[in-house]
């Protein structure tokens, strides 16, 4: 296997890399992704397996060599961390390779949910069946189960799944419900017990007592040819309470305005939905693994309405 990903965090060390060494496996690490790096190991290393984030993904899929590298080696391509398009997905089956989706966190150690390598992969989007020693369970604000369809909290129980936040007794208990790890994801179960994220509880924005999940306008805002990437979070309203807003990266050379994207938005999603400001910048903040940090975007819009200065 290939692995890119830091060892600092559970998706890196975890996921593949600890697995394949215990089965023997030939584990080529680099010690950090670079897209040009990664599709020449494709090549020279021939892995069978890699683990990507959905960003690395999306710089990987960029890269001019992409459409022309041998990626005859590669079983399939692993990732998670957050919600992963379906147009990014296509970019990866389009090459003839299989993407599986991987859900689970540090508390789960990591794996709870996941999809499998000849396995049903048509439902596209979906993170897939419980793992092995692995249940879950979509819950309501009270702890209730809900039944399918019905969008709720995601919980896990289970032997992987950690005991105690140290030092912090007031985390854990929030965290752990009779031995059920609540996620903080919201997401859903279908009739066939497959598994699905709609975004993180704390993204949800209630704007004038309607739901709005920014992974959903995140989602068709991405779609957009002139979009590179883009981040949706709330905004206080005194009328609604909350409003979304949503921060843009413009591919190289676009100049899409404002009023085309919300044209655009408002074409697949209803007009509650629209975000009522679009901030166009030239990157989001993101952590070392490539996740976006929403809270700093919060305060970002809250300082300056123009952070592209």
Same mark, same amino acid.
């Given at each position: 296997?290939?692995?890119?990903?830091?060892?600092?965090?559970?998706?890196?060390?975890?996921?593949?890399?600890?697995?394949?060494?215990?089965?023997? /496996?030939?584990?080529?690490?680099?010690? !950090?992704?670079?897209?040009?790096?990664?599709?020449?190991?494709?090549?020279?290393?021939?892995?069978?397996?890699?683990?990507?984030? &959905?960003?690395?993904?999306?710089?990987?899929?960029?890269?001019?060599?992409?459409?022309?590298?041998?990626?005859?080696?590669?079983?399939?391509?692993?990732?998670?961390?957050?919600?992963?398009?379906?147009?990014?997905?296509? !970019?990866?089956?389009?090459?003839?390779?299989?993407?599986?989706?991987?859900?689970?966190?540090?508390?789960?150690?990591?794996?709870?949910?996941?999809?499998?390598?000849?396995?049903?992969?048509?439902?596209?989007?979906?993170?897939?069946? &419980?793992?092995?020693?692995?249940?879950?369970?979509?819950?309501?604000?009270?702890?209730?189960?809900? &039944?399918?369809?019905?969008?709720?909290?995601?919980?896990?129980?289970?032997?992987?799944?950690?005991?105690?936040?140290?030092?912090?007794?007031?985390?854990?208990?929030?965290?752990?419900?009779?031995?059920?790890?609540?996620?903080?994801?919201?997401?859903?179960?279908? =009739?066939?017990?497959?598994?699905?994220?709609?975004?993180?509880?704390?993204?949800?924005?209630?704007?004038?007592?309607?739901?709005?999940?920014?992974?959903?306008?995140?989602?068709?805002?991405?779609?957009?040819?002139?979009?590179?990437?883009? =981040?949706?979070?709330?905004?206080?309203?005194?009328?609604?309470?909350?409003?979304?807003?949503?921060?843009?990266?413009?591919?190289?050379?676009?100049?899409?305005?404002?009023?085309?994207?919300?044209?655009?938005?408002?074409?697949?999603? /209803?007009?509650?939905?629209?975000?009522?400001?679009?901030?166009?910048?030239?990157?989001?903040?993101?952590?070392?693994?490539?996740?976006?940090?929403?809270?700093?975007?919060?305060?970002?819009?809250?300082?300056?309405?123009?952070?592209?200065?």
């Amino acid at each position: 296997m290939l692995s890119v990903l830091p060892f600092f965090h559970v998706g890196g060390l975890n996921i593949q890399t600890t697995p394949a060494l215990q089965h023997g /496996a030939t584990v080529t690490i680099h010690s !950090r992704f670079a897209a040009g790096a990664t599709l020449t190991a494709f090549e020279r290393d021939r892995p069978t397996l890699t683990a990507l984030v &959905p960003t690395a993904i999306q710089t990987l899929t960029d890269h001019d060599a992409w459409w022309t590298a041998d990626l005859y080696s590669l079983k399939a391509v692993s990732t998670g961390s957050t919600i992963v398009s379906q147009a990014l997905i296509e !970019r990866v089956t389009a090459r003839g390779v299989p993407v599986l989706q991987v859900y689970g966190s540090t508390e789960t150690c990591p794996i709870a949910i996941y999809t499998r390598l000849g396995g049903d992969l048509s439902r596209c989007g979906s993170i897939g069946l &419980p793992g092995l020693c692995c249940e879950a369970m979509i819950i309501d604000d009270a702890g209730k189960e809900l &039944p399918a369809g019905a969008p709720g909290e995601i919980a896990v129980p289970g032997p992987n799944v950690f005991c105690e936040y140290w030092g912090d007794h007031q985390a854990t208990r929030e965290a752990l419900c009779d031995g059920w790890y609540r996620t903080g994801d919201i997401g859903y179960r279908d =009739a066939s017990g497959h598994y699905w994220v709609r975004d993180r509880k704390k993204n949800l924005i209630i704007s004038g007592g309607e739901n709005i999940y920014p992974a959903e306008v995140e989602r068709v805002l991405g779609e957009h040819p002139d979009v590179k990437e883009c =981040a949706v979070v709330s905004r206080h309203d005194s009328h609604w309470g909350e409003v979304p807003v949503a921060y843009v990266v413009r591919r190289v050379g676009a100049r899409i305005e404002a009023e085309a994207l919300a044209a655009h938005v408002q074409s697949q999603v /209803a007009r509650f939905k629209v975000p009522r400001e679009f901030i166009f910048t030239r990157e989001l903040p993101r952590t070392a693994l490539g996740k976006i940090q929403y809270s700093i975007l919060k305060e970002l819009q809250a300082r300056s309405p123009n952070p592209e200065n």
